[in-house]
Each structure stands twice: as structure tokens, then as C-alpha cells.
């Protein structure tokens, strides 16, 4: 299935996912920081003049939570890098959730395109200054998430082998606003505002002032606004501050909404996690729930919002011009300055109170959003449990105290205090459909990948099989290691549930494949595919491009999730190309009489140091000699490790095309004696006909008798896993 990527792509997924039979409720153990009883506190230390203090201890903070002193029972200090790296590493060939880096505190930031508030001259300086960012603001660890609020955007990527990717989305936004073309009767939104919802008869009347000098025909009485009852407004003023402040409204809730997800998305990262809110800004309604909902998201997922005002530096009002029209009454010339700053008040409101800060009145917005990635380059973790045990649902006010002069302190400012019976915040957040299944949207938008259950991911781009399509497996491995499985007349039982989605970067198409497997395993079953892992391969038919792969793996039992994200490139397929190659450590089971031809698919690339590794490829689009009509290509390769040592090789060959004319081999190296650590396999392929060769460099990785080695065989249940209603795994 497919379908155009908009800003609810993850809630239609999840809604279709929840059509199947719906699992019974597992009551999921207290993972926000807002509803248990340690809090987690990021703190930011700067001076003037030198910008990040670095170097202090834990005896050098102290926190308050109500004016009551908390005892620090964990601290952390961060520092990163001061420039990027000049040659990021390449992308791994296999992604895993439990990598070193998965485990520190890195940094998370959400770039938030608010397209929806930018018009498209505005929305150019904005893209210049992200550009800076990702450019020069990213470290090698960083999740970076580009989200625009209109939907067209939702892309996570890891720093800094992400950002090409990034950029390349980023150039591709536009802003959606367009201001009216007559300026004569524009009114601003926070005018609006004022008129239609709290009756303002001030407001009123200077609109109506500006209008009379523009020379609008209003239809109107004629009569004195100053003999005006109050809010009784000319009737024009009246329906042009309905129809504004309506256009307002839905702008702001369709902005509000995405920005809440979005920062609810930081829900379950680890380290210092940002949202940068890019805009012309947006007014305070305070009749919009959703004010309230972003903010307690971001005290949910202990994320500080900062808004970088795209206007630039501020001048004159525009209404004091002479381009635009008559001189501005002297009553009104005060409240024209008021107008200008409340119509972003909306947005510096929610950095205020969220523990970040407002760039504004800068035509350098490079610089602006530079300083929003230096406050996070040095921060402090530190947390603590809470002196009060009250589960009463309350406010709680935060205050954090560094022993050091002259110096700046940034922090969370409070947080919401867990309530007894009471929906999570998670759960309550917003109006959703009853099927969408909140968890698993959670998990699909979360930056980081979810290490609660280990996995890992590749992806093998193999043979076209429709028209401008090739066939690609993409491949997780799960280690059931971490299931409370519940034990029933000799058998090992639980529940799996998984959502799979693979997302094409250029055209906002994806992919998805959900399913809940029933396991009732044998004792001696379930200890081998703890050693082995659980395998799950999906065949996708994929256009090229490049991907994104995202799986979230849910333990029924335990209520458990885990998500790996795994990124690959589908070469153009009129080309000559080589399919991926797999990697394994075993064959299937033949047929009697013959031997085993078929690799067994796996995500790893780690394999014990004895027997055979197998490498399997195709190759497609060779040139065909003319006498015999087929190709002619041969191919060799080499194994070397990490100092360049070649420990293994074989001279090329020629590869006998099939009757078919396919053109495909499967070959095998012995690793008896190689000694752990990290190799290469060279593959080296060329078409003699067209006279074209390829060098194709697969890592891998021999392990060491200390390392959890996976077992060689396949899983007996992972075959059922590919059809699209899997049988219960019951060996």
C-alpha cells in the first residue's frame, strides 16, 4: 500500500494497523519524565561574553521543586564538538538500536517549518538559515527531525551522514502563506481577535479610523465612531474581523497541532532535546486549547521550544509608510507599534515557558539559530527524585541554582506531577480517533530509536520486477531475549505486534506491512531464537530513490516497544547495476539430491570465526556479446581487513548466464582462524562486453569468543513472517 506523506502519514498508518484484531490492553510501565517521581532536569549554563560554561560538578547545583531542596542523584556533563566533523563516517550497511552512541545522551532537535505562518519570500530566508544550521550547528550523533506543519515534511535523520538528505528536503518547502494583494482593508490577526472574540471597542474604532483614511467602501451609516455604543461595531469591521480571525484560527490549530506532536515526539530520547520553531510567528488566542497542549508537551518530554522570527529585523510599521497610504491618526500611532509585537506573542509565549528563548529583530538569522545549537553543545543532566510523593496531578515549579557568578542559567521551569487514575498525557493529548493506537504513533514519530527491545536492520535491493520497481527485502532481526513470555502447559507464549514502513524521500510515497504474531514455543525453540534472534523479511516493489525504513516492535506482554531506523539508496534500473549482496553464515535446506543454492537472509553481519560466510549477488543490465547473446561478466573479490591485510581471495571468473540470460552467483570463503574484529569483502565486477567494472565494499564482522555470537541456523519461524497473514510460531 501507498499513499501521499503528509503530516498525519504515521496516524492514518497506525489507524489502518489498528483494523486488525485489537490486542487486550498491557498496562505499560511509567516511561515520561512528567508522570514518575524522578525528573529528569536539562540545564544550560552560559556567560556573556564566553557563551557555555563547561567544567562544573555536581556540588556546584543546586535545585528547588516548590522552594523545597532536592537531593541531585544523577548528573551528567555534555560537551560536543565546536565544529562539525570535515568527513562524516559512512552509513552503517545494518542499523541496530544498540549501538554506543544509542546509549549516550545525545542531542535531539526537531526543525519545525511553520509554512504554514511564512510566506514564500520569507520562507527563503528561513531555508538559508536552516541550511547554516545543519551545516555548521549538527554533530556527528545528533537526531535531526525536519517537520513542516502543513504535512510536507516529516523526515529523521542522524548527524551528520543525514544531512545531504535534510538538505535535500529543505529545498523542496515552501512557504504557504500569501498575503492579501490589497492592503487598503487588511487587519491584522491579533485585531481580529480582539474585535470578534473580546469585543474591543478601542480596536475597533482605530481599524475603522485606518480604513476611513484608505478610502474603503464600507457601505456604512456615516455616523461618528466616537458616539458608538460599545461593541457596536460598523457591520463591514464586524464581518472583516470574522472572516480574519476564522483564517487565523484554523492557521494557528493546524500549526498548534503539529507543533504538539512534534514535541511530544522527544517524548522518549535520551540527552538534550530541542524544537526550533521557524516562523513569521502567530498571536496568543487564548481560546485555543492547544496553547496549553504544546506546553504541557514540551514539560512532558522535558524539550525547550525556540522560535527564530523569519520577519527579520524590525523597522517602522508598515502602516506609516507613504507607499501604503494617508498618515497614521495620532491616536493610533502607539497601538500600531503593539500590533507588531503581538502578533507573534503566540510563539515566543510557548519558548518563554518552555526553557527556550526567542531570536527576533535580526536580519542575521544564521547567526540566530547558530546560537540555539551552542546552548545545547555544553550542557548538564541532572536529575533527581522528588521529595514529594503527592500523585495529585499539580504544577510544580523548578528552579535550579548554579554556584558561579555572573552567569545565565537555563532550565525547565516546572513540571505536571503524576495523578492517580488519571490518562497519561500521552493518552489525553489530543482528540484522536479511538483506533489510532497512541504507543505505536509515539514510537513511528520518536527521533531516536527505542532500545527497550534490541533490533537490527538492513535492506537488499534485488531484481526489477515490474516495470521501473525492484523487488527489496528489508530484514529485522529481534532479540526475544527481552520478552516476558508467560508459560502455559510446556510452551513459552506471547504476543508480537509490528509496523513496518518504508518512506521514499523524494516523492512522499511510503510503504507499510503490520502484523501480530502468536508464539508458542518449545523450551528448547525459545533458547535458540534467543541466541539467533527472531528474523521478520518483507519484500517492498520500490521506484528508486532513497528510503527510510522504520520498524516498531511491541512486546504484548510487557508492553515493551523498540524501533530501529534504517536508511538505503534504489539505484536507477535502466542502468547496469549490481543487487545488493547478501551476507550470511548459512544456506537453506535444499531439495534431496541437491545442494543448497538459496542463502538464508539475515540483518546481522557478524559471524563466528569458523565454517563459510556466503555472499550472494545478481547483476543486471550487462551488455550481451553479439556472437552468443549473452553477457559476459566475471567478478572476483577479496577479504581485508582493517589494516588493508588481504586474508582471503579469488581471481575473477566468468559468472555462466542462465538460460534466461541472468547473470547471478553465489560464493563462499572460509573464516576459519580469522581473528575478531572488523573486514571488508571486495567485490570487484565487470562487463567485459561493454568493458565497465564495479567495486563493491561489504563490511562485516568476525566476532570473538567473548561476544553474544548468534546462532548459524535460521529460525524455523521466520519463513511465516513474510507472507502477509503469518501462522502462529508454535515450534
Sequence with gaps: ????????????VIAQAAGQDKPAAVPTPPRLSSEVEFVNVDVVVTEKKTGPVTGLTKADFTILEDGVPQTISSFEAVELPITASATPPPPSPVSTNQTASQQRSNRSFVLFFDDI?????????????????????????????????????????????????LLDMLKRLEGRYIRPASMMD????????????????????????????????????????????????????????????????????????????????????????????????????????????????????????????????GGLPQLFSAEFGPPTDPRDIGSAFLDTMMESEGSENLADESGGFTVKNTNDLGAGIQRIANESRAYYMVGYSSTNAAKDGKWRKIQVKVNRKGVDVRARKGYYAPLEGAASALTARRKEDEKVDLAFQEALDAPQDLDAIPLRMTAYVLAETILGKATTAVVSDIDIGRFAFQEKEGRWVNTVEFLLIAAHRET???????????????????????????????????????????IVVRDQNSGRVGTVTHEFE???????????????????????????????????????????????????????????????????????????????????????????????????????????GDY????????????????????????????????????????????????????
Excluded: C
Design 117 to 165: 505562518h511564512m510566506s514564500p519570500a520569507q520562507a527563503f530566508r528561513a531555508k538559508a538559515a536552516v541550511t547554516e544550521f545543519l551545516n555548521k550547528g549538527t554533530r556527528e550523533g545528533d537526531r535531526v527531525s525536519l517537520i513542516a506543519a502543513g504535512g510536507g515534511a516529516w523526515w529523521t535523520a542522524r548527524m551528520e551522514s543525514g544531512r545531504p538528505q
Design 570 to 676: 534504489v539505484p536507477d534500473l535502466s542502468k547496469w547495476r549490481v543487487s545488493s549482496v547478501v551476507l550470511t553464515d548459512n544456506l537453506a535446506p535444499a531439495a534431496p539430491g541437491q545442494s543448497p543454492t538459496r542463502p538464508v537472509i539475515v540483518a546481522r553481519r557478524s559471524f563466528k570465526a569458523a565454517g563459510l560466510v556466503f555472499g550472494q549477488f545478481e547483476v543486471f543490465g550487462a551488455a550481451k556479446d553479439k556472437s552468443t547473446l549473452f553477457p559476459k561478466v566475471t567478478a572476483g573479490y577479496m577479504v581485508k581487513a582493517k589494516d588493508g591485510t588481504v586474508v582471503s581471495s579469488q581471481q575473477p571468473t566468468m559468472i555462466n548466464p542462465t538460460q534466461q540470460g541472468a547473470v547471478n552467483r553465489l560464493f563462499g570463503f572460509r573464516v576459519d582462524g580469522f581473528r575478531p
Design 186 to 313: 487588511q487587519m491584522s490577526a491579533w485585531e481580529a481577535m480582539r474585535i470578534h472574540i473580546f469585543h474591543d471597542q478601542q480596536v475597533a474604532d482605530k481599524v475603522l479610523r485606518r480604513f476611513q483614511a484608505m478610502g474603503v467602501n464600507m457601505q456604512q451609516t456615516g455616523e461618528d465612531p466616537d458616539s458608538r455604543q460599545p461593541a457596536d461595531f460598523d457591520p463591514y469591521i464586524s464581518m472583516k474581523a470574522l472572516e480574519t480571525y476564522e483564517d487565523s484560527r484554523r492557521r494557528n490549530t493546524i500549526t498548534l497541532e503539529s507543533l504538539q506532536r512534534a514535541v511530544l515526539s522527544l517524548t522518549a530520547g535520551k540527552g538534550r532535546k530541542s524544537l526550533i520553531l521557524v516562523s513569521e510567528g502567530f498571536i496568543y488566542d487564548m481560546n485555543l486549547d492547544e496553547f496549553k497542549r504544546v506546553l504541557h508537551a514540551a514539560r512532558t518530554a522535558n524539550a525547550a521550544i525556540y522560535f527564530l522570527d523569519t520577519r527579520g529585523l
Design 1 to 12: 500500500m501507498k499513499a501521499s506523506v503528509s503530516l498525519l502519514l504515521v496516524a492514518v
Design 680 to 731: 571488508d569483502l571486495v567485490l570487484t565486477v565487470k562487463d567485459e562486453v561493454a568493458g565497465q567494472t564495479k567495486e563493491i565494499r561489504e563490511p562485516f564482522h568476525i566476532e570473538s569468543t567473548l561476544e553474544a555470537a548468534p546462532a548459524a541456523s535460521a529460525p524455523p519461524s521466520a519463513e511465516p513472517a513474510t507472507s502477509p497473514t503469518a501462522a502462529p510460531a508454535s515450534n
Design 508 to 550: 512522499g510515497e511510503y510503504y507499510r506491512y503490520d502484523q501480530k504474531i502468536e508464539m508458542t514455543l518449545k523450551p528448547e525453540t525459545r533458547d535458540k531464537l534467543t541466541q539467533s534472534w527472531y528474523t521478520i523479511l518483507r519484500d517492498f516493489e520500490l521506484p528508486p530513490g532513497g528510503y527510510q525504513a522504520k
